[in-house]
């Protein structure tokens, strides 16, 4: 053995617990979502403006890139709030289980999408409302 274990245990009580590494994860995913939310209302404000040798074929294209603009940033919000949810879970000690069914979500689900707060049945229940 190249390292005795008396060495290899305080380097591993530093290791972050699986919890921390996704909580770490989350608020990085929020930051991200935040400064990509912040870009695309800048761009917004910067593209929206009217010209006055705007004709109405111009302003209808302008019209109809705001709106896929402003669509575009509710979904950003959206995923933002779906990751604050998360992380409110985290704050009630109610990670990783379901919050409509109160089930353990996988944790191949948490792994691939740790913003989740619902197990797949629930969450494709109301996908189909």
């Given amino acids: 053995m190249l390292v005795e274990p008396e060495t290899m245990?305080?380097?591993a009580a530093h290791q972050p617990s699986?919890?921390?590494s996704i909580r770490a994860a989350l608020l990085r995913r929020r930051s991200e979502l935040s400064q990509e939310r912040e870009?695309?209302?800048?761009?917004?404000?910067?593209n929206g403006g009217v010209d006055s040798g705007d004709d109405a074929a111009d302003l209808g294209t302008k019209?109809?890139?705001?709106?896929?603009d402003l669509v575009m940033v509710s979904g950003i919000?959206?995923?933002?709030?779906q990751v604050e949810r998360a992380l409110d879970?985290?704050?009630?000690?109610k990670y990783g289980w379901?919050?409509?069914c109160a089930e353990e979500i996988p944790v191949a689900r948490l792994a691939?999408?740790?913003?989740?707060?619902?197990?797949v049945r629930c969450k494709q229940l109301e996908e189909r409302r």
């Fill in 77 to 81: 919000q959206d995923r933002i709030d």
């Fill in 18 to 20: 699986r919890a921390e």
């Fill in 9 to 11: 245990a305080p380097a």
């Fill in 89 to 93: 879970q985290f704050a009630r000690g």
């Fill in 98 to 100: 379901c919050e409509r």
């Fill in 39 to 46: 870009k695309a209302l800048a761009d917004l404000e910067v």
């Fill in 63 to 68: 019209a109809f890139a705001r709106e896929q």
């Fill in 112 to 119: 691939a999408f740790p913003a989740a707060t619902q197990c």
